[in-house]
């Protein structure tokens, strides 16, 4: 497998941050925009209660934030920054709405938060790879450089 997948290892990670980066927006733009339309929760999951004026603000921010870093993930543009702005975002959205349900991730509802926590850790240690913006600016720099 590793002398099969090894060699796409970059196009995989590529892949693995547009993917995670376009998820995340589509949260932005359903938040931002009402799509796409949200379906009824399969799991039945308890909505979390809006406890404070803290609360209600960080979700009314929450919809702009995750359209804005899931663009610049998605396309990879300021990955780092942006993944681990995310990463950080996911966080406190757990421990603010999630956590307090419950003990763990399956019995909370907050399993999609803890995965694109640790998603987006992965890429802000990683950077945006290859099939980014980055990718191009860092060689448009590196090609001129050499002149």
Known sequence: MDSFLGRYSG?????????FGFLFMLHGTQKVLG???KLPNPCQCPAPPVASDLMQLLGTMSGPIELALGILILVGLFG???AFLASG???VAY???????GALPIMNGGETAVLYCFAFLYI???GSGM???DGMLKGSRAASSDI
């Open 89 to 91: 975002t996911m966080a």
């Open 124 to 126: 802000a240690a990683n």
């Open 35 to 37: 799509w796409p339309a």
């Open 95 to 101: 421990f603010m709405a999630h956590q307090p349900q």
């Open 11 to 19: 196009y995989i990670y590529a892949i693995f941050r547009i993917v």
């Open 131 to 133: 099939l980014s913006v």
């Open 80 to 82: 780092r920054v942006a």
